[in-house]
């Protein structure tokens, strides 16, 4: 079963001032409290939970007050502190305001929780405007046949697109799909993802180009044959 990661990346424009009511400056009166906040929110960037359920008990912006990128930070920080349902409105608001980011993080929660047909919505969103990680999440719930009926060929073209458009996890996740019956063709996608930074490409590269007298041209002409169909 393939285990969901939840990515939080801290965006450059998005500080811990923008998430909490009414702002902070060193003249307000307020100053304790917000660099508190501050401290917290970045304690909650490098992973610490505590940090993370204290912001996303406090009196953090609401729906209605947050914009776009805060949206979407509020968004993680209630995804970090394990509060899945609480994320859903503030990434829904987000991914509407056309923040890819937050349409691919929302399907990842709705597929956690269990809803494959939202999810599946989102992913689809995503990758229709050109986020490479919602394609290769939508490419993967097709190739295991979650929430949609499996449909293997289906899951290689789209993996196939996003890794040739520079997704290295994708070119990984196809690797591993060819790596059984077709050595070369795997080998060629764990070289790119390699190439294209993905660690784990770069080992099985290596493990199947050690052993590469098993590699059948054969093997590689026929699948590619079937691939252009």
Excluded: W
């Excluded at 914009?67 to 509060?83: D, H, P, R, T, Y």
């Amino acid at each position: 079963m393939r285990v969901l990661i939840f990515i939080f990346l801290c965006v450059v424009e998005l500080s811990a001032i923008e998430l909490t009511k009414g702002g902070y400056s060193a003249d307000s009166k307020q100053f304790v409290d917000s660099k508190i906040q501050k401290e917290q929110f970045y304690a909650c960037v490098e992973n610490d939970v505590r940090a993370c359920e204290n912001l996303a008990n406090s009196d953090i912006l609401s729906v209605d007050e947050c914009e776009k990128m805060a949206c979407l930070g509020v968004a993680q920080i209630f995804v970090k502190a394990g509060k899945l349902q609480d994320s859903i409105a503030y990434y829904e608001k987000a991914c509407g305001a056309d923040i890819l980011q937050a349409c691919f993080e929302l399907g990842n929660v709705m597929e956690h929780l269990g809803d494959f047909k939202g999810a599946m919505m989102r992913y689809n969103l995503g990758c229709h405007f050109g986020y490479l990680s919602a394609c290769r999440a939508m490419g993967l719930m097709y190739a295991d046949g979650v929430g949609v009926k499996a449909n293997e060929p289906k899951a290689r073209r789209i993996l196939n697109d996003s890794c040739l458009n520079g997704d290295a996890a994708s070119c990984f996740e196809l690797g591993k799909m060819y790596r059984a019956n077709n050595r070369l063709k795997a080998m060629q996608l764990f070289k790119r993802g390699c190439e294209l930074g993905e660690s784990s490409s770069c080992k099985e590269f290596k493990l199947l180009d050690s052993a590469n007298f098993n590699v059948r041209i054969e093997d590689y002409v026929k699948d590619s044959k079937k691939d252009s169909k």
